[in-house]
């Protein structure tokens, strides 16, 4: 197996355009990183990062296993637009309605959750995105094998770093964003972005449930 240190950096450097390309697109995770910024920081919104990257650790593994044969089935799709689309609305209708809350007392009450919430929220919403799976079970799959092929765990490291690279970078940019907007306006713009994105994240659940029943 021969490659050079350009092969590799170029392979990198692929990989975070394209995982930058697919992370600046407005999905689940996005809306949530917003929220736990509103809520606890920009920290807290890259944390959701965190839990996207356990669940894009285990995909890497089943990807390993072959699993990705079952991108040309119907059923598994199906399945994942419906539970996952529900997962969504419920998701979208409790930020909805934390955001009808006072902002002092929504604070105060999710204190003690500031550990684990963030990074479970980033489980969820990757986990309930159809489309995550289909990301990784056609490009992200590319990737992986043409990684090993290239320079074997070397090349998949190199591919992950380049493509957890644009996920932290994109997602702490907005975080950081959000907090600092948040905490300039006031407690309407946080009862604003809660509501707001609670409403995407219905809709965007709303949709996928709509997927899902349209492909049967």
């Given at each position: 197996?021969?490659?050079?240190?350009?092969?590799?950096?170029?392979?990198?450097?692929?990989?975070?355009?394209?995982?930058?390309?697919?992370?600046?697109?407005?999905?689940?995770?996005?809306?949530?990183?917003m929220?736990?910024?509103?809520?606890?920081?920009?920290?807290?919104?890259?944390?959701?990062?965190?839990?996207?990257?356990?669940?894009?650790?285990?995909?890497?593994v089943?990807?390993?296993?072959?699993?990705?044969?079952i991108?040309?089935?119907?059923?598994?799709?199906?399945?994942?637009?419906?539970?996952?689309?529900?997962?969504?609305?419920?998701?979208?209708?409790?930020l909805?309605?934390?955001?009808?809350?006072?902002?002092?007392?929504?604070?105060?009450?999710?204190?003690?959750?500031?550990?684990h919430?963030?990074?479970?929220?980033?489980?969820?919403?990757?986990?309930?995105?159809?489309?995550?799976?289909?990301?990784?079970?056609?490009?992200?799959?590319?990737?992986?094998?043409?990684?090993?092929?290239?320079?074997?765990?070397?090349?998949?490291?190199?591919?992950?770093?380049?493509?957890?690279?644009?996920?932290f970078?994109?997602?702490?940019?907005?975080?950081?964003?959000?907090?600092?907007?948040?905490?300039?306006?006031?407690?309407?713009?946080?009862?604003?972005?809660?509501?707001?994105c609670?409403?995407?994240?219905?809709?965007l659940?709303?949709?996928?449930?709509?997927?899902?029943?349209?492909?049967?």
């Amino acid at each position: 197996m021969s490659y050079t240190l350009v092969e590799l950096l170029a392979f990198g450097f692929t990989a975070f355009l394209v995982g930058f390309s697919g992370a600046i697109v407005p999905g689940p995770m996005l809306t949530v990183s917003m929220a736990e910024a509103v809520k606890k920081g920009y920290r807290a919104g890259t944390s959701v990062v965190f839990g996207h990257v356990i669940v894009e650790t285990g995909m890497i593994v089943l990807l390993a296993l072959g699993l990705s044969q079952i991108i040309g089935l119907k059923t598994p799709f199906i399945v994942i637009c419906i539970v996952g689309g529900v997962v969504l609305v419920f998701m979208g209708v409790k930020l909805i309605k934390s955001g009808r809350r006072s902002a002092s007392i929504e604070i105060t009450e999710e204190e003690p959750k500031f550990t684990h919430g963030p990074i479970y929220s980033g489980i969820i919403t990757s986990l309930s995105n159809p489309y995550f799976f289909m990301w990784w079970f056609t490009v992200g799959a590319t990737f992986v094998f043409e990684g090993l092929r290239l320079a074997g765990l070397v090349g998949l490291a190199t591919f992950l770093i380049g493509h957890w690279a644009s996920d932290f970078s994109w997602y702490g940019f907005v975080s950081f964003c959000t907090e600092k907007g948040t905490a300039v306006a006031g407690d309407k713009a946080y009862r604003f972005i809660l509501i707001g994105c609670g409403a995407f994240l219905s809709l965007l659940g709303l949709v996928f449930v709509y997927s899902g029943f349209a492909t049967i």
